[in-house]
T-cell receptor, first 113, second 119 residues
Framework: DAGVTQSPTHLIKTRGQQVTLRCSPKSGHDTVSWYQQALGQGPQFIFQYYEEEERQRGNFPDRFSGHQFPNYSSELNVNALLLGDSALYLC????????????FGPGTRLTVT | AQTVTQSQPEMSVQEAETVTLSCTYDTSESDYYLFWYKQPPSRQMILVIRQEAYKQQNATENRFSVNFQKAAKSFSLKISDSQLGDAAMYFCAYRSARMSGGSNYKLTFGKGTLLTVNP
């Protein structure tokens, strides 16, 4: 049973560019959440998708957008990259009816130069 | 808005000893969930233990237990018989039980406590 997978593992981009990160949820899960974890900090909630809609959003600018596909996988898009966007991006999946546990992926390390 | 504070950036413990990690939180809500997550160098966040605010009994998972003080808004994690594999960053997290936009999956994390286990 595959857990949450994310791709790519590492990514280096230049300021002003756009990036797309991908997440496949754990088998049987239908809800995906994205978090940004800056170095030395706790993860911060970006947004959550269920039934291909954004259901909840944290305090992030519109440069951060997402999508959920019919197979429940998800993408996180960041436009006009800033140096401050350098972070570990974590994806978490869960089953909408089960409130407690969210399973996290290993993350994508994004470096903006 | 809810906040979570972990006042110990780093802690160390001898193998087989007991260590307690502290967490306080601020909320005006009465119904919520609290979690402790472990993040080893592999970066994968792993759930250690959870506590529902409506339950008075403290949660326990094998060597891990919590001391939940709702009135004091305190939620500490006790690790007994520490093992080398327990070395990791530990995050305390809060989740509201109230639905927002038809969802309530947002986790609010503290800044973490780096636990070192000495052999």
């Amino acid at each position: 049973d595959a857990g949450v997978t994310q791709s790519p593992t590492h990514l280096i981009k230049t300021r002003g560019q756009q990036v797309t990160l991908r997440c496949s949820p754990k088998s049987g899960h239908d809800t995906v959440s994205w978090y940004q974890q800056a170095l030395g900090q706790g993860p911060q909630f970006i947004f959550q998708y269920y039934e291909e809609e954004e259901r909840q959003r944290g305090n992030f600018p519109d440069r951060f957008s997402g999508h959920q596909f019919p197979n429940y996988s998800s993408e996180l898009n960041v436009n006009a990259l800033l140096l401050g966007d350098s972070a570990l991006y974590l994806c978490a999946s869960s089953f909408f009816g089960a409130s407690y546990e969210q399973y996290f992926g290993p993350g994508t390390r994004l470096t903006v130069t | 808005a809810q906040t979570v504070t972990q006042s110990q950036p780093e802690m160390s413990v001898q193998e087989a000893e007991t260590v307690t990690l502290s967490c306080t939180y601020d909320t005006s809500e009465s119904d919520y969930y609290l979690f402790w997550y472990k993040q080893p160098p592999s970066r994968q966040m792993i759930l250690v233990i959870r506590q529902e605010a409506y339950k008075q009994q403290n949660a326990t998972e094998n060597r891990f237990s919590v001391n939940f003080q709702k009135a004091a808004k305190s939620f500490s994690l006790k690790i007994s018989d520490s093992q080398l594999g327990d070395a990791a960053m530990y995050f305390c997290a809060y989740r509201s039980a109230r639905m927002s936009g038809g969802s309530n999956y947002k986790l609010t994390f503290g800044k973490g406590t780096l636990l070192t286990v000495n052999p």
